[in-house]
């Protein structure tokens, strides 16, 4: 499932939501699509955009980001663009560039960003100045 970013009113991104890993995760967001939500910045926690969302979901696909940071040092992880929810919060984040979060607590690895990497990270730098730009998401229909 791939799901369309829009800024502004512009299309910026594309993320690619995997259903074979995480298909609970994949079934809430798309019964939630399309719906609009406001751009944070994890201002502790690295290059990551937040989205608050309306689902309520499990983990799927847990990890630790705290664990990412030996395999991306080593080259063997690229985390830019990786997307992940966090549960507790409700959140869906996205890595936006090189800057691992040091989270202490799982999040679940639900998809990728596969067009606009290089737009999110420019998003991403605004947004650490001036966060809360109205985003909506929606399903990209094939």
């Known amino acids: 499932m791939k799901i369309n970013f829009n800024l502004a009113g512009e299309d910026v991104a594309v993320i690619e ?3 074979d890993k995480v298909p609970q995760l994949a079934a809430a967001i798309r019964e939630a699509l399309p ?3 406001y751009l944070q910045h994890g201002k502790l926690t690295g290059d ?3 989205m608050q969302t309306k689902i309520l979901a499990d983990w799927e696909n847990m990890f630790y980001p ?3 940071v030996e395999q991306a040092n080593a080259g063997e992880t690229d985390v830019r663009g990786m997307v992940s ?3 507790p919060r409700q959140q869906i984040s996205i890595m936006y560039g090189t800057d691992i979060p040091p989270e202490p607590l799982p999040v679940s690895g639900i998809g990728r960003v ?3 990497a290089d737009q999110l990270e420019l998003i991403g730098i605004k947004t650490w ?3 809360g730009a109205r985003v909506w998401l929606s399903l990209v229909e094939n």
């Open 17 to 19: 939501i995997w259903g």
């Open 35 to 37: 719906f609009a939500t």
């Open 48 to 50: 990551l955009l937040l």
């Open 66 to 68: 705290d664990d990412l």
């Open 85 to 87: 929810y966090y549960g």
């Open 114 to 116: 596969v067009e606009g």
């Open 129 to 131: 100045l001036e966060p």
